[in-house]
């Protein structure tokens, strides 16, 4: 039996970014993959010749000089990945009902705030005024700018602010409030709950530089593991972790479901931290951590429209939309189901075969585990295929036809483009990424009890570690910080973030 010393359990970008900075430091390293696809959000799939991204539709903050441009220049795979680089006049366009305009988000903050100022001349001082308390806000967060430092929550500004207060407080254009809110889809934007800080992390990554991944995000994961491969570690599929063993009150060995234990000194849990816990019998931690970590809200989920088009009929457009039925962005979470969808995120995929057409849409609106409850009790993945009926089936395509109908008002002849469809709902989000109920962001941040949801590296366990989005924020520089944040306690910051500059 081999032993290691780290064992991480899940290869999402969090683990897979954990395994390449320890083996490259020398530890031996396993990964262990409950699916045969690696990568968790950084999946991608094909269906009729045409790939589509699971959870990464586009990446910020890759530009010369920025944070996670340098983070990916140390992980050894930032001059690797082909990049298209989204419009810089407008990559990300929020659009509403009964309105003509298309509002842009321009890259480069000059270029942001003459864009919006353009079509709100009387608001430049307040646009001015947002960007700069943006910029502001994420300078107080070391990692985020490539310095090393506390991670303390204790030591942030801005945990207890709410980003709709912010923005309110920048502007009363009720228009203009709304835009600069409308990609708040981005990390699950709600009125009564999101802080200011998740807020400006998120939007300044994309405003620095915005890009897509040419043929899919899976690439990230193809590169890190082609690292980790070369460094010593070793990355096993198929490989699902039902229970940790003790021994002396420490994590001895790692039980998968086929009955192989791997034994290791140190664990890395990539998996969501509820159910990293659900792993380990009763009495291994106290019942109150247990009982914190597991009744922590979770965002909610999406159902995701894929739509394969026929080849060379819709020109590709190098931005996204995020469209409203309605001039209210911060209530989409508590949609009227009637109504449903009051919403959507829509995405092209960019073919390097065929790079002036989109060859496929993604969509996506946001969608409560309560409509699929009574599904719940099945499971369905490539490796253990399960029908879930033809009731499951008709909720499907009646979802889908409900958000054709809402593309079909921005893309008039979209139904005569479109070859075939597919769709995902919270369950498909739950069974391939092992998110609970289907979540897309983890924990949900409280503006009124901000260190809650913090979640920290270190366990009551002592040599078992967490990662990944739901540690220190979610995007793929979220987790790629959470990821530096949990090799530090190996390595140390200090260490380790000279090394990023470096790099």
């Given at each position: 039996?081999?032993?290691?010393?780290?064992?991480?359990?899940?290869?999402?970008?969090?683990?897979?970014?954990?395994?390449?900075m320890l083996s490259k430091e020398g530890y031996s390293v396993v990964v262990l993959e409950k699916n045969h696809q690696i990568g968790g959000n950084l999946q991608t799939f094909t269906r009729d010749k045409t790939i589509f991204d699971t959870g990464i539709h586009y990446i910020g903050g890759l530009d010369?000089?920025?944070?996670?441009?340098?983070?990916?220049?140390?992980?050894?795979?930032?001059?690797?990945?082909?990049?298209?680089?989204?419009?810089?006049?407008?990559?990300?366009?929020?659009?509403?009902?009964?309105?003509?305009?298309?509002?842009?988000?321009?890259?480069?903050?000059?270029?942001?705030?003459?864009?919006?100022?353009?079509?709100?001349?009387?608001?430049?001082a307040g646009l001015v005024m947002y960007c700069d308390k943006i910029r502001e806000v994420c300078a107080n967060f070391p990692l985020y700018n490539l310095k090393s430092g506390s991670q303390d929550p204790g030591n942030f500004k801005y945990l207890d602010q709410s980003a709709r207060e912010f923005i309110?407080?920048?502007?009363?254009?009720?228009?203009?409030?709304?835009?600069?809110?409308?990609?708040?889809?981005?990390?699950?934007?709600?009125?009564?709950?999101?802080?200011?800080?998740?807020?400006?992390?998120?939007?300044?990554?994309?405003?620095?530089?915005?890009?897509?991944?040419?043929?899919?995000?899976?690439?990230?994961?193809?590169?890190?593991?082609?690292?980790?491969?070369?460094?010593?570690?070793?990355?096993?599929?198929?490989?699902?972790?039902?229970?940790?063993?003790?021994?002396?009150?420490?994590?001895?060995?790692?039980?998968?479901?086929?009955?192989?234990m791997i034994e290791g000194d140190n664990f890395i849990s990539n998996v969501h931290p509820a159910l990293t816990f659900n792993m380990m019998e009763e009495g291994m931690v106290r019942k109150s951590y247990r009982k914190r970590i597991q009744s922590l809200d979770n965002s909610i989920s999406v159902f995701?429209?894929?739509?394969?088009?026929?080849?060379?009929?819709?020109?590709?457009?190098?931005?996204?939309?995020?469209?409203?039925?309605?001039?209210?962005?911060?209530?989409?979470?508590?949609?009227?189901?009637?109504?449903?969808?009051?919403?959507?995120?829509?995405?092209?995929?960019?073919?390097?075969?065929?790079?002036?057409?989109?060859?496929?849409?993604?969509?996506?609106?946001?969608?409560?585990?309560?409509?699929?409850?009574?599904?719940?009790?099945?499971?369905?993945?490539?490796?253990?295929?399960?029908?879930?009926?033809?009731?499951?089936?008709?909720?499907?395509?009646?979802?889908?036809?409900?958000?054709?109908?809402?593309?079909?008002?921005?893309?008039?002849?979209?139904?005569?483009?479109?070859?075939?469809?597919?769709?995902?709902?919270?369950?498909?989000?739950?069974?391939?990424?092992?998110?609970?109920?289907?979540?897309?962001?983890?924990?949900?941040?409280?503006?009124?009890?901000?260190?809650?949801?913090?979640?920290?590296?270190?366990?009551?366990?002592?040599?078992?570690?967490?990662?990944?989005?739901?540690?220190?924020?979610?995007?793929?520089?979220?987790?790629?910080?959470?990821?530096?944040?949990?090799?530090?306690?190996?390595?140390?910051?200090?260490?380790?973030?000279?090394?990023?500059?470096?790099?």
């Open positions: 039996m081999s032993k290691y010393d780290i064992v991480i359990v899940g290869s999402g970008l969090g683990g897979l970014e954990c395994a390449t010369e000089g920025q944070n996670l441009n340098q983070y990916f220049k140390f992980l050894g795979i930032r001059d690797q990945l082909k990049l298209k680089k989204l419009d810089e006049n407008g990559f990300d366009i929020v659009t509403f009902d009964d309105d003509e305009n298309e509002y842009r988000y321009a890259q480069g903050f000059g270029r942001f705030i003459d864009t919006l100022a353009a079509q709100f001349p009387s608001e430049r309110n407080s920048c502007t009363s254009n009720p228009k203009l409030q709304n835009v600069l809110a409308g990609t708040n889809g981005l990390y699950v934007g709600e009125a009564d709950k999101t802080p200011l800080y998740v807020h400006a992390l998120v939007i300044n990554t994309y405003i620095e530089s915005a890009y897509r991944c040419i043929d899919g995000a899976s690439q990230i994961a193809r590169l890190l593991t082609k690292s980790i491969h070369a460094h010593g570690g070793k990355i096993m599929k198929n490989a699902e972790v039902v229970r940790f063993h003790f021994d002396g009150g420490k994590i001895r060995y790692a039980e998968l479901k086929d009955g192989r995701i429209l894929n739509l394969v088009l026929h080849k060379g009929t819709l020109p590709y457009f190098n931005h996204n939309y995020y469209h409203f039925k309605t001039e209210d962005v911060w209530n989409q979470v508590d949609y009227d189901l009637n109504k449903w969808p009051t919403s959507y995120a829509l995405f092209s995929g960019v073919n390097s075969k065929n790079p002036g057409f989109s060859d496929g849409l993604i969509m996506l609106s946001y969608m409560k585990f309560d409509e699929v409850a009574k599904w719940s009790g099945s499971f369905n993945t490539m490796k253990y295929d399960s029908s879930r009926g033809e009731d499951y089936a008709a909720f499907k395509e009646e979802k889908a036809w409900l958000m054709m109908n809402e593309l079909e008002k921005k893309i008039p002849n979209i139904r005569s483009l479109t070859k075939s469809y597919y769709t995902s709902t919270p369950l498909t989000l739950r069974d391939y990424i092992g998110t609970v109920g289907g979540s897309m962001y983890g924990y949900t941040k409280d503006y009124k009890n901000p260190i809650l949801s913090f979640i920290s590296t270190k366990t009551k366990i002592p040599n078992l570690y967490l990662t990944g989005q739901n540690l220190n924020l979610h995007g793929v520089l979220g987790v790629t910080i959470g990821s530096v944040i949990t090799c530090s306690e190996f390595l140390g910051n200090k260490y380790l973030m000279d090394k990023i500059v470096k790099s």
